[in-house]
């Protein structure tokens, strides 16, 4: 946000959504909050190097999500997805119809783009050179959080259920496997995957960061071992976090008894850490009663956002009064077992 304030004084107001393309000196906004600084219902383009907004796309309703590629903006709505081409007067190239999707999920990646289907549960995967829509049958209650691997492989997908994660190959929308968070619903808060597609954070409303190993395609096991291999000794230190221990295993030789409920032998995370979730509530004056903020889904400030900033580091950003970052570390631990720490947390919004 800094970069914004930089280049116009004018955007301290309400921005709802601020999505950089990559690097690069785009970003897409669209306004929000008590005092939105543009529409909600138009999606701006800003150029940070001349320092003026260079697109605008309107719609009739309100905009959920936006996400940017060099050659693609794609445009969330509640019940559409739309896809424009990123040039100086963009293109539509299609409309997709979906269910109910208040939270605008969305994945981009290089091939394809993913986004919920006109059924509650299901995925569209859109192959973004030829447009052939792929059907995934994820979930039997509508999605809550999705994520895209960033080699495009693998996309990750949570219910409003919130007790799994489903892992699906973007190659042939074949089901890899599914990681138990846990047992009770909880409302899961975001799903990231890590820059080597060989880990992901999952948090939820338990406030608990869960970390698990992504299963892979069997031409990808070589590189994956590697890669774990690699990452499992680039940090240690003593237990006093909280860890779990690997796969199968929370559960012992239960997990290999037949016949026993399935959560006997389900994948579990095999490290997590607890993260603050202030409920920062918006309270009328001599009312208490809590006031929604406008123009977010559910009138609440967004909390547990997760962020790799490498294979092995972990930010999780809550908004709100008290918004705050914390910074999370992977490592072995002397018991041998994986290991998430917490190593250090900043306020950046409030007093």
Known sequence: MSMLTR??????????????????????????????????NKVIIWDDAKQKAVITLEFRSQVHSVSLSRTRIIVALHNSVNMFTFSASPEK?????????????????????????????QVQMVE?????????????????????????????????????????????????????RGVDQAAIFSIAISPNSSLLAVSSDKATLHIFDLPHSLDND???????????????????????????????????????????????????AHFEI???PQTALGTGGAIP??????????????????DWTILVIGAGRDGRWEKFILGEGEDGKRHCVRNGWKRYLGN
């Open 7 to 40: 280049a116009s004084p004018d955007f301290n107001a309400g921005i709802f959504v601020a999505e950089m393309l990559g690097r690069a000196n785009y970003i897409a906004l669209v306004g929000g909050g008590k005092q939105p600084k543009f529409p909600q």
């Open 93 to 121: 190239i299609s409309v997709f119809e979906t269910a109910d999707n208040p939270l605008g999920l969305c994945c981009l990646g290089s091939k394809v783009v993913a986004f919920p289907g006109r059924t509650p549960g």
């Open 128 to 180: 973004i050179g030829t447009g052939n829509v792929s059907i995934i049958p994820a979930h039997s209650s509508p999605l809550r959080a999705m994520n895209l691997s960033p080699d495009g492989e693998i996309l990750a997908t949570a219910s409003e259920m919130g007790t799994l994660v489903r892992i699906f190959s973007t190659r042939n929308c074949a089901r890899m496997g599914e990681l138990r």
């Open 222 to 272: 070589a590189t994956t071992s590697n890669s774990r291999t690699t990452h499992r000794h680039s940090h240690s230190f003593s237990t006093g976090g909280s860890g779990e221990d690997g796969n199968n295993q929370k559960w012992g030789f239960l997990g290999r008894i037949p016949l026993l409920p399935r959560v006997f032998s389900d994948v579990y995370s095999f490290a997590s």
């Open 278 to 280: 202030d409920d920062d």
């Open 293 to 310: 903020i406008p123009g977010i889904p559910g009138g609440k400030a967004r909390k547990g956002i997760i962020g790799w900033t490498n």
